[in-house]
């Protein structure tokens, strides 16, 4: 005895669907996003499905520090322990004072900097000059992906993303770049808008014929985190940190859950995060882990017209 289904067609769903909703009118879950198109909530299939493009086949997770001059052992020491803690990528906050060379030779004792990735933020010309030094002297071989100056890195904030993107894109020309991209906390237009950004990027790139040396940087958010909510803070920055690695981000900076950026137990915290997404869910194994779903597909698809339409 064989049994036959027929496919049913999408009025039959949506009559389903609001079976199952009952006083909550469908319309409702319509989603507007804040670029202005809305994105409907049931989709039987997608002609848009894209492949998204990688530039490290691992995921980095960053935290930032503030290296102490007057202290450049006690700052080496607290970078060795996060390295060994499972931290892979480091930002540095110089904060416009001087280094030499020595000091920096110093800041670096027993770390490779070939097994990491760095930025070097908010320098001086002076420990500009040295760094620039330092790492053209190096004594291990370093790729394009393992180091930023300052001016190698940027950010694009969740209020102006659209317009934001478009104009960076324009602007690389070619330019090694690690793009700082942040988080709304928005789950699915985060991962769309990732997706979207760098399907247009690197795409815009192949177009000019340049190299596509870019890291992007899954940034979370402070906006709506409070200091008094910890524990609502860890699973917001948790939400945030899983739709950067969905979306196809390289690398994450997820911020301390109380905002006390130098404490050991808060950077804990947020390592553990992007520990879980990779040793528990393996989210870092699947390259382009919401291929195929023709909710986010159509949500990157809309995003994406979006930056386009602002490209000159």
Known sequence: MSISFSKPNIREVQNLIQ???????????????????????????????????????????FQMTNPDLNAISTSNQALIKSL???????????????????????????IRLDYIHTEFLNLSEVTERFISEFLQKYPHPLSWSHTALSAQVYCI????????????????????????????????????????????LFQHAKLEENSPEYVIIGETGLKDKLVENKDNNILKLTTEAMAAMIGGCEGLWIKPH?????????????????????EEAYLHIVQDVSSGSYFIENYSEQMA????????
């Open 258 to 278: 109380d905002n006390e950026v130098d404490s050991e137990f808060s950077q804990r915290i947020a390592r553990n995060i992007f520990h879980l997404m990779q």
């Open 84 to 110: 060994e803690q499972g931290q892979n990528g480091i930002i540095l906050n110089f904060s416009h004072l001087n280094w030499n060379l020595t000091q920096l030779s110093d800041l670096f004792t027993d």
């Open 305 to 312: 017209r979006e930056i386009y339409s602002h490209l000159v």
């Open 157 to 200: 904030s969740d209020d102006q993303f659209v317009t934001e993107s478009a104009k960076l894109i324009q602007s690389l020309n070619g330019k090694k770049a690690f793009i700082h991209l942040e988080m709304s906390g928005d789950y699915f237009r985060d991962i769309a808008k990732i997706r979207a950004f760098k399907t247009i």
């Open 19 to 61: 079976r199952e909703l009952k006083d909550i009118p469908l319309e409702q879950l319509t989603i507007q996003a804040p670029e202005g198109f809305k994105i409907d909530p049931i989709y039987l299939s997608s002609e848009k499905q894209v492949s998204i493009p990688f530039s490290l086949d691992y995921r980095v997770v």
